[in-house]
């Protein structure tokens, strides 16, 4: 009895190691989607620039 419990203890343990290193994967998976600061800075002033542009392309429109 006491060499079934030692034998399911490492096969716990194993599943529980290959377990725990797919999680740690999927962790660095999902870290390394996330959209950078900077880059996001930079999208988003490029939106404002065209934006402002726009708007005084409009605003020419209306004074004519």
Not at 9 to 38: P, T
């Amino acid at each position: 009895i006491l060499r079934n419990l030692q034998e399911s203890m490492a096969s716990l343990r194993a599943s529980d190691e290959h377990l725990a290193s797919k999680v740690q994967a999927i962790e660095v998976l999902v870290a390394g989607n996330y959209v950078r600061r900077d880059d996001l800075d930079r999208s988003i002033t490029a939106i404002f620039t065209k934006l402002d542009r726009i708007e005084n392309k409009l605003d020419l429109k209306v004074d004519k």
